[in-house]
C-alpha cells in the first residue's frame, strides 16, 4: 500500500509538471527585419490617416508600417501550435508553443528575441462603490464638462468636429440601440467597428463599460443634455477586452487595436485599462517593460493623441498606475472628486517607476454615464480618461496645426495646477479657456515665511483669496519638495479653512533643492539653500 | 535609519501642527523602495486553510470510510522566492486528522467491534518544507504553481470516538484518550498545484499509524483537499 501511495504522488507530480510544462504556451516572437516587404500608403491607409501624417509633417510610412514578412510567418507557423496574430509596428508575432517548439524557433536566423507572454486577468479601470451616495443627476452630469469649459466650448461651436476617436474597450452593449448614441449613428459618426476578441465587426456586446466610456465622450440623456464634449467626433469602437476571467490576449488585441485605428485614420485613442500586478511589478511600469505600452508609444510615433485611465489601484496594495499608462507619450488620466479639485480615493498615483510624472492631468472620476440601457452614476478614471479625450478633440478641432505631443503638452499647460504638479492630480484639470491662453503672472496668493516658533516655514494665504463661505475642500494648498531633477520627494495637499497660518517642516535629511507650493492658480517655488 | 528620519520628520511635522488640515500626503522617494516581501518576491509570508477528504479506504480490516471530510488545517507559509520558476519554503500548521472507520465484517483496528458510528481523531502539530516550481510569466502573483513537499506531524491530542445505537433505542456513545496503539510522530509527502490562492493538494502518509507489535492494518493514508491562501 505504502508502494502504491509513494508511486501515486510521484506520477501526480509527473503528470503535474507534465500538464503544464507540455501543454502550448503564449509566446511573442520578435523578428530582426522586414526584408523584401513593399508597402503603399495610399492604398493601405484612410484617407484620414494619410492627412493626419501630412498635418503632423510625418512621413507618410516608415518601415514600422510596412507588413511583417509573410514567409517568417509561414516558417513560424511550421514550427509552433498556433500563430495567433502579429504586430507590424512591433514586428512580432504571438504564438503557441510547447518549450521545445520555441527552442526550435529561437534558432530561426530571422528571429531576433522571444518573450513569454502572460494569459492572465485584467479588469478594465472601473470599479463599483455602491457605497457613495449619487449626486444628483442634473447637476452631475452638467459639472462633469462644465469642469473643463464646456459652455466656453459651446458658445464657440467647438463639439470635435473633423476630428476621429478610437475607443478600445470590453464591448458596447446596447450602445447601437441606446437614446445617448441615436444622434451619432443619425449623423454616421461611426466610421468603423472591429471585435479583435471575436474577430469580427459587430462590438455591441461583450460588456457595458464601453458604452459608458463612449458617452463621457459624446452621449446625451434623454432631456438632451450633454454626457461628454465631443458630440461632433467621429468613432472607431474596437473591442480589445474580455469583461470576466478567461486567459486572454488584450495587450495584443490592444496593439492590434491601435494599428487598425491609425490605419483608419484615428487621430485619439481613448483606452480606459490598465495591467497591473496580474502579469508586472511596480518596478516594470517604465513605459519600456509592456507590450501595451511599447504599442502605445508607437501609436503617439503615429500621430495619435493616446489618451489613457491613470487606473483605480491609488487606494488598493498596487497603489500606483499601469500599462499603459506608464508608456511617456501616454496621456494619463486620474480621477477627481466631483466635488473638488482633489484627487478621488481610488484613482492611481505616479510616478513611473523611472520617476517620470504621471498622471498627466485629471478629470472627474465619477460621473453620469450611459449603461447598456439607461443611465447612472459610475466611478472610475475610465470615464475621466473619456471626458479628457473629448476635451483634447474639441482643442484639436479648434488648433487643428497642432501635432499630437504638442497637443500633449497643452493640454498639461491648461491644467488648473500648472506649472505646480504632483503624482496625484498631474498638471490638474485642464479647461478650454486656459488652453493654449496667453495668461498674465499670476498676483500671489499667498506669502512663504519662517515661521520662527517652530524654525520652519508657513504659509500665510491673502485675505481677499480665502472666502470663509466656500464649501469644503474647494480652497486647497498643494505643497511639493522637488529634488534637483524635478523629482518629486514628497507632497501633500492642504485644505484651508481659515487664515490661520499653515506651518510646516520638511524633511532636511531628504536631498531636496526647491519647495513648490501651489493656491488659487498661483505657483510659488523657494529654492533650499 | 531612514524610516527613523522619515518618522522624525513626521513627527516635526504633527509638532508643528497646522489649524489646517492636511487632506492627502505622500511620500513618493521612500513609497518607491521595492518591498522585498510579496506574493512573487523574495519572501512572502501567508495563512492558509485546508479542507481534504479521506480518498483510500486503507487496508482490510482498518477500513476508512472514502469520501468523508477528514483532513482540516489552519497554517502559516513561508515562500522564499529562488528565481522566476523554483521557490523554497516550510510552514507551520495545526493539522486535524479525522477517520471516519468503516463499520464491517473483518475489521480489527481499533478493535473488532462493530458501532453506529467510529471515528479516530488526531491533533497534529505539522511542519512541511517544500520546493515549489512554478510556471509562466506572472507579476506579483502565485500564479500557477507545484509544490512538492514533505511533513512531520506530532499528535498532541487524540481521541476515539464511537457510537451504538442499542436495539432498545438507547444510543451509547464513548469518547476514548489515552490510546497507546498510534504513534504520535508521523510523516509523509504532499503535492499541491495551485493558482494564485486556490490550491488542490493531495496528503499521504508515508509512515504506519499504529505501532508494528499491535499488527492492526493501516487506515487511509491519503487525503486530497482543497485549500485557500488567506492574504
Keep these: 500500500m505504502q508502494n502504491k501511495g509513494i508511486a501515486f504522488l510521484f506520477l501526480s507530480c509527473i503528470a503535474c509538471v507534465s500538464v503544464f510544462s507540455q501543454s502550448p504556451v503564449k509566446y511573442r516572437v520578435y523578428f530582426k527585419n522586414k526584408a523584401n516587404q513593399q508597402f503603399d500608403p495610399y492604398a493601405y491607409f484612410d484617407q484620414k490617416a494619410i492627412e493626419r501624417r501630412l498635418k503632423q509633417g510625418l512621413p507618410l510610412s516608415d518601415s514600422t508600417d510596412f507588413p511583417v514578412n509573410l514567409l517568417y510567418l509561414r516558417e513560424l507557423e511550421q514550427r509552433v501550435e498556433t500563430l495567433k496574430t502579429h504586430s507590424r509596428w512591433l514586428n512580432a508575432a504571438v504564438v503557441m508553443a510547447t518549450p521545445e517548439q520555441i527552442a526550435s524557433v529561437s534558432t530561426l536566423p530571422f528571429v531576433s528575441g522571444i518573450e513569454q507572454a502572460s494569459s492572465v486577468v485584467c479588469l478594465p479601470a472601473t470599479r463599483d462603490d455602491e457605497s457613495l451616495p449619487p449626486l444628483k443627476k442634473e447637476e452631475e452630469m452638467q459639472r462633469q464638462i462644465e469642469r473643463m469649459g464646456a459652455s466656453v466650448l459651446q458658445a464657440e461651436g467647438i463639439h470635435g468636429k473633423g476630428v476621429r476617436i478610437a475607443i478600445f474597450d470590453v464591448g458596447f452593449s446596447g450602445a447601437d440601440q441606446h437614446p445617448a448614441f441615436a444622434h451619432l449613428f443619425q449623423k454616421q459618426q461611426i466610421k468603423g467597428t472591429r471585435d479583435f476578441v471575436k474577430n469580427r465587426d459587430y462590438v455591441y456586446e461583450g460588456g457595458w463599460h464601453g458604452t459608458a466610456v463612449w458617452s463621457c465622450i459624446a452621449g446625451k440623456n434623454p432631456e438632451g443634455r450633454w454626457l461628454g464634449l465631443a458630440m461632433d467626433a467621429e468613432f472607431l469602437l474596437a473591442r480589445t477586452e474580455l469583461e470576466r476571467s478567461e486567459p486572454f490576449a488584450e495587450e495584443e488585441y490592444w496593439v492590434a487595436a491601435a494599428e487598425w485605428a491609425d490605419k483608419n485614420g484615428a487621430d485619439i485613442i481613448n483606452s480606459s485599462l490598465g495591467y497591473t500586478d496580474t502579469r508586472y511589478f511596480p518596478e516594470q511600469m517604465n513605459g519600456k517593460t509592456s507590450f501595451i505600452s511599447r504599442g502605445a508609444n508607437m501609436a503617439a510615433r503615429k500621430g495619435m493623441l493616446v489618451v489613457n485611465a491613470a487606473g483605480n489601484e491609488g487606494s488598493g496594495d498596487w497603489g500606483i498606475i499601469g500599462a499603459p499608462a506608464d508608456a511617456d507619450s501616454v496621456l494619463a488620466v486620474g480621477g477627481l472628486e466631483p466635488c473638488c479639485d482633489y484627487h478621488i480615493d481610488f484613482s492611481s498615483f505616479g510616478p513611473t517607476a523611472d520617476k517620470r510624472l504621471k498622471p498627466n492631468v485629471a478629470a472627474q472620476g465619477r460621473t453620469f454615464s450611459a449603461k447598456a440601457s439607461g443611465f447612472s452614476t459610475v466611478d472610475g478614471t475610465s470615464f475621466a480618461s473619456p471626458l479628457m479625450a473629448g476635451f483634447a478633440a474639441c482643442m484639436w478641432q479648434k488648433y487643428p496645426e497642432l501635432k499630437n505631443m504638442e497637443l500633449f503638452k497643452l493640454l498639461e499647460q491648461s491644467g488648473h495646477l500648472y506649472p505646480y504638479f504632483d503624482y496625484a492630480h498631474g498638471y490638474g484639470l485642464p479647461h478650454a479657456s486656459r488652453f493654449n491662453a496667453n495668461s498674465t503672472a499670476p498676483e500671489p496668493t499667498f506669502e512663504l515665511v519662517k515661521d520662527t516658533a517652530t524654525s520652519g516655514l508657513k504659509v500665510l494665504i491673502k485675505q481677499s483669496y480665502f472666502d470663509s463661505t466656500a464649501a469644503e475642500s474647494s480652497q486647497l494648498l498643494y505643497i511639493s519638495e522637488v529634488d534637483n531633477r524635478n523629482h518629486l520627494i514628497a507632497y501633500r495637499v492642504v485644505e484651508v479653512s481659515s487664515l490661520e497660518p499653515y506651518s510646516f517642516n520638511y524633511n532636511p535629511f531628504n536631498p531636496i533643492s526647491r519647495l513648490r507650493l501651489h493656491y488659487k492658480g498661483y505657483t510659488f517655488e523657494q529654492a533650499i539653500p | ?231
Design chain 2, 1 to 231: 535609519m531612514k524610516s527613523l528620519i522619515t518618522a522624525a520628520g513626521f513627527f516635526l511635522l504633527l509638532l508643528s501642527a497646522p489649524a489646517q488640515n492636511v487632506i492627502l500626503e505622500k511620500d513618493p522617494a521612500i513609497d518607491s523602495l521595492v518591498p522585498s516581501r510579496g506574493p512573487n518576491r523574495k519572501n512572502y509570508v501567508h495563512p492558509y486553510m485546508s479542507f481534504g477528504f479521506t480518498t483510500d479506504p486503507g487496508e482490510a480490516g482498518a477500513r476508512s470510510r472514502q469520501g468523508t471530510y477528514g483532513h482540516y488545517q489552519f497554517g502559516v507559509r513561508y515562500k522564499r522566492r529562488l528565481s522566476q520558476t523554483f521557490a523554497v519554503g516550510y510552514e507551520f500548521a495545526y493539522d486535524v486528522n479525522d477517520l471516519s472507520q468503516k463499520q464491517e465484517a473483518g475489521k480489527v483496528a481499533p478493535d473488532t467491534f462493530q458501532y453506529k458510528r467510529e471515528r479516530l481523531i488526531f491533533y497534529n502539530g505539522l511542519f512541511s518544507p517544500y520546493l515549489r516550481i512554478n510556471f509562466g510569466r506572472r507579476g506579483n502573483q502565485l500564479g500557477k504553481y507545484l509544490d512538492i513537499a514533505a511533513y512531520g506531524t506530532y499528535t498532541f491530542a487524540h481521541v476515539l470516538f464511537q457510537r451504538s445505537d442499542l436495539p432498545d433505542g438507547r444510543v451509547v456513545r464513548s469518547r476514548t484518550t489515552g490510546l497507546t496503539y498510534f504513534q504520535r510522530w508521523n510523516y509523509g509527502a504532499t503535492v499541491r498545484i495551485g493558482i494564485n490562492k486556490f490550491i488542490l493538494y493531495g496528503h499521504y502518509r508515508l509512515s504506519d499509524l499504529f505501532y508494528s507489535n499491535w499488527n492492526f492494518p493501516e487506515p487511509s493514508r491519503l487525503q486530497v483537499g482543497i485549500q485557500f491562501v488567506l492574504k
